[in-house]
T-cell receptor, first 110, second 111 residues
Framework: DAGVTQSPTHLIKTRGQQVTLRCSPI?????VSWYQQVLGQGPQFIFQ???????GRGNFPDRFSARQFPNYSSELNVNALLLGDSALYLC?????????FGNGTRLTVT | DAKTTQPPSMDCAEGRAANLPCNHS???????VYWYRQIHSQGPQYIIH???NNETNEMASLIITEDRKSSTLILPHATLRDTAVYYC????????????FGPGTRLSVLP
């Protein structure tokens, strides 16, 4: 069975640009969440979506937004990129618990 | 969610059991103990979780003390591929996905 898939795997952007990251959950999983992992730290929760509605938000600025589609896939958008946004962005899905993570998108902001 | 404390790093000889401790002295009665690991450049991988009884699956065993204030993840026969950062997390079982990851324990399995 396919796990959580994310695209692209790597991305390089310039400060001030906007980026969209994509996630397809495990088949049958209706809830997805996004995490940011800065080098050397554990993942940090950004958003959770369930049935297309936001169910949780972490301590991130409004430059970060997300949405979930009818097929339960999800996009994470980050506007006005800063150097500090360089990180591994992880998507996870679940039916209830536990979370199942994809391998992430490595975003580098120059 | 309760806070956890783990040693920053541990070594283990290949083929031996790896015992990774976690302290969660403020755990609530309805909070489970979860373990994840993250191999370099990959997403976190779920290992096991439990409430108060010891749990075992194909990957590992989870031993939770009777007072639930600490737990140990046991990898019975560590291999080089078990080298990773191991995260212990406590939280309730609900539909929320806001898991709080600490810095974890970096396990190095040595040949």
């Amino acid at each position: 069975d396919a796990g959580v898939t994310q695209s692209p795997t790597h991305l390089i952007k310039t400060r001030g640009q906007q980026v969209t990251l994509r996630c397809s959950p495990i088949s049958g999983h209706k809830s997805v969440s996004w995490y940011q992992q800065v080098l050397g730290q554990g993942p940090q929760f950004i958003f959770q979506y369930y049935e297309k509605e936001e169910r949780g938000r972490g301590n991130f600025p409004d430059r970060f937004s997300a949405r979930q589609f009818p097929n339960y896939s999800s996009e994470l958008n980050v506007n006005a990129l800063l150097l500090g946004d360089s990180a591994l962005y992880l998507c996870a899905s679940s039916l209830n618990s536990p979370l199942h993570f994809g391998n992430g998108t490595r975003l580098t902001v120059t | 969610d309760a806070k956890t404390t783990q040693p920053p790093s541990m070594d283990c000889a290949e083929g031996r059991a790896a015992n990774l401790p976690c302290n969660h002295s403020t755990i609530s009665g309805n909070e489970y103990v979860y373990w994840y690991r993250q191999i370099h450049s990959q997403g976190p991988q779920y290992i096991i979780h439990g409430l108060k009884n010891n749990e075992t699956n194909e990957m590992a065993s989870l031993i939770i003390t009777e007072d639930r204030k600490s737990s140990t993840l046991i990898l019975p026969h560590a291999t080089l591929r078990d080298t990773a950062v191991y995260y212990c997390i406590v939280r309730v079982v609900d539909y929320g996905q806001n898991f709080v990851f600490g810095p974890g324990t970096r396990l190095s399995v040595l040949p």
